[in-house]
């Protein structure tokens, strides 16, 4: 199957989109109030939003990989 190379440049992009988006809100929810528990521990909503944001970055990954090697196979 072939990608088209607008395709693959939007795949791309989307992938360095996500981890910008992703590396942003992995800080913002590291310094959260409510993502620890007064004891130090972390609370579910950090747990929750860890696993959502390490899924994210694992799809952004191989979405954008998919376009670099659609860009690169179209040159």
Do not use: C, E, P
């Not at 795949?11 to 981890?19: D, E, N, R, T």
């Not at 609370?43 to 860009?71: E, P, Q």
């Amino acid at each position: 199957m072939r990608i088209s190379k607008g395709t693959s440049w939007f795949l791309l992009a989307f992938g360095v989109w996500s981890w910008i988006i992703w590396i942003t809100f992995a800080k913002n929810l590291w310094a959260s109030d409510q993502s620890w528990a007064a004891d130090g521990s972390a609370t579910a909503y950090f747990v929750v939003h860890a696993v959502l944001t390490v899924v994210s970055f694992v799809l952004g990954t191989l979405i954008g990989l998919l376009g670099w090697r659609g860009v690169r196979a179209a040159s």
